[in-house]
């Protein structure tokens, strides 16, 4: 029976070790930027012209873009293409059925994915903060790069030009009679256009700007809630002195 039991321990610790291994990274927590209007604008600029010609965001329309400080006019002039309209939804031109055969699979709606991604790591924005701050050069991948965050995906680094080319850098260490390759960081192979300041700045700003789309109505829903507790604590001040007032002389 020991044995048994010694077995079943060593099984399960063997099962935690190798989730370990194939989670190299863990989840960087993202900025807080769904309040900031500059850096909502400069999310929404990424957004279209480096995930939108592959991705859509079939539940938002470009006309919402007003709402963080974007004219009609500057939406027309910067943010659309050929043949779209400010009251268009964001979709992709990309067509389903190449991009499956390009990619594997489709690329998927990224309205939500903010949401969508939470879990055990941290939020869906600590995901894509890092997410898109762990890819790296694989030739035996199709695309040419893969991923820390997500092994073998099929999408590829469309920021590389901004980032530049990074590889990981692991170390070896013995855990419980087992040698690990454990992640310590990147070396930079190429540089990018962005500093690496500026990138994280940049993906922060995009990470921002899809939490804001996943939610739109949030930051007005939160100013209102504010006013809303103002004036009930106002309210109850006054119907407490009221109160007294009125039964001050019935004892």
């Known amino acids: 029976m020991k044995k048994l039991i010694l077995t079943v321990l060593l099984a399960f610790g063997a099962v935690a070790l190798a989730q370990a291994a194939e989670e190299p990274v863990h989840w960087d927590q993202a900025p807080n930027r769904t309040n900031d209007l500059p850096a909502l604008q400069t999310g929404a600029k990424l957004f279209v012209n480096y995930c939108l010609n592959c991705h859509s965001a079939a539940y938002m329309r470009f006309n919402r873009l007003e709402d963080l400080g974007i004219s009609s006019q500057q939406i027309k002039d910067n943010l659309l293409t050929v043949g ?21 699979a489709v690329p998927p709606d990224l309205t939500l994915i903010a949401r969508a991604r939470s879990g055990e790591g941290g939020s869906g924005a600590d995901y894509l903060y890092t997410y898109l701050r762990s890819f790296y050069r694989d030739p035996s991948r199709p695309t040419g790069w893969n991923n820390l965050v997500f092994p073998n995906v099929g999408m590829p680094h469309v920021l590389w030009e901004l980032q530049g080319e990074r590889e990981p850098v692991f170390q070896k260490v013995e855990e419980h009679g087992q040698e690990l390759e454990v992640f310590t960081g990147w070396k930079q192979v190429t540089p990018g256009t962005l500093t690496r300041e500026q990138y994280d700045q940049a993906v922060g700003d995009l990470v921002g700007y899809l939490q804001w789309m996943g939610e739109p109505g949030r930051n007005h829903r939160v100013r209102v809630g504010v006013w809303v507790m103002l004036f009930l604590v106002g309210f109850t001040i006054i119907v407490w002195r009221l109160n007294a007032a009125f039964w001050k002389d019935i004892k």
Do not use: R
């Not at 268009?88 to 059925?97: A, E, F, N, R, V």
């Open 84 to 104: 779209d309209k400010v009251g268009d939804l964001m979709k992709s031109p990309m067509d389903p059925k190449e991009a499956k055969e390009w990619f594997g």
